[in-house]
């Protein structure tokens, strides 16, 4: 039962963590002119969205596959550093967008947590 419940957590967050990637991600793609402008805002350049936007679709691969472990913790990490900067970028402005990073971080923790109480080998 316990399994049963830690595998539905797992995939709950990292499901809502790939929907949140993906929405972001297609923003960056789709509205390139408004995502360079809220950049611009928060200290960071705009060349970075298009790079930013791919490491973000092949981390969610990264995370979802069951070939390489490494490249999984990777992912883990560059997500994290990613939501950790986004976080304090919009708490630096004050803006009070910083509830997507936030979410961001959260799901982030729990996918991570409980793909490591599955085993790699489970998820």
């Keep these: 039962m316990n399994r049963k419940r ?34 611009s805002k928060l200290g960071y350049p705009s060349y970075i969205i298009y790079p930013l936007a791919i490491a973000k679709i092949l981390g ?20 994290f550093f ?14 009070g967008e910083f509830g997507g990073a936030l979410v961001a971080i959260i799901l982030l923790l729990v996918s991570y947590v409980y793909e490591k109480k599955l085993g790699t080998t489970e998820t």
């Design 6 to 39: 830690n595998r539905i957590i797992y995939y709950l967050a990292t499901g809502l963590l790939t929907v949140l990637m993906l929405l972001s991600a297609g923003m960056y793609f789709l509205n390139h002119e408004m995502v360079a402008e809220t950049f």
């Design 60 to 79: 969610l691969i990264a995370i979802w596959s069951k070939k390489s472990n490494p490249l999984k913790e990777w992912a883990y990490a560059g997500f």
């Design 82 to 95: 990613d939501f950790v900067l986004a976080l304090s970028a919009h708490l630096h402005i004050n803006d």
